[in-house]
Every structure is written in C-alpha cells, then in structure tokens.
C-alpha cells in the first residue's frame, strides 16, 4: 500500500485547509485510515481516522468540531477537512493506513503499517 498526502500549506488563523491522502495498492474495507500531525518539538499524534469502508470516524478531542475525516466515493481518496484552524494546529500532517487492528488501536501510530510522506500546515497569528 503506497500512500500520498498532499494539500497543506499556510493559513491564518481561523482559516480552512482541506489536505488529502491517496491511497493505492491492495486493500479493503477493513483497512483504517488515520491522520497523525507531528508540531515541532513535539511527539507525534493521533488526529483522526477512518475506515476505508467510510463508515466509522474518530477524532482526538482538540479537533473534534473542527476537522472532518472522508473518503471520496468510489475512490482510495482521503480528506481531512480543517475548520478554524488555530496556531498550535501547525505541524506535519501525516497519513498512515494499517489493517491490523480493525479499529480498535486506530489512535496507535504502531500498528500503523504504511505512511505518507506528510504535508506541512503552517497556521498564523
């Protein structure tokens, strides 16, 4: 499984980015698609994920409100919809795709098996 991530970029505060993940290679429904973000001289962490069924979502708290997970229909095609997008959002965006866990380590970045090469989302003041 290969998987690009693209759409970042600089944004002010209380603005939207919408950045996406395509996926190729063999896969299935029981695949999960997650979003992790690494801010400079942090850890990384868990953002949100999907399974790519498209079905079920999950969200750390800091963005629930405010970032939607998708998939386009009939495509390996990942969305992740930033609204009021804030100052500590900045970071890496990474997307990661596993099929170990069937949902229920989707915020471990360990059982994550393929990663993106991440985008950057830069939000100002």
């Known amino acids: 499984v290969q998987l690009q991530a693209s759409g970042g970029g600089l944004v002010q505060a209380g603005g939207s980015l919408r950045p996406s993940c395509v996926a190729s290679?063999?896969?299935?429904?029981?695949?999960?698609l997650g979003w992790f973000r690494r801010a400079p001289g942090k850890e990384r962490e868990f953002v949100a994920a999907?399974?790519?069924?498209?079905?079920?979502?999950k969200y750390v708290d800091s963005v629930k409100g405010r970032f939607t997970v998708s998939r386009a229909d009939a495509e390996n095609t990942f969305y992740l919809q930033m609204n009021n997008l804030q100052p500590w959002d900045t970071a890496i965006y990474y997307c990661?795709?596993?099929?170990?866990?069937?949902?229920?380590?989707?915020?471990?970045?360990?059982?994550?098996?393929?990663w993106g090469q991440g985008t950057l989302v830069t939000v100002s003041s």
């Open positions: 990661a795709a596993e099929s170990r866990s069937g949902f229920s380590y989707h915020s471990r970045g360990e059982y994550y098996d393929y």
């Open positions: 290679g063999r896969t299935n429904g029981n695949y999960v």
């Open positions: 999907i399974k790519f069924s498209g079905r079920d979502t």
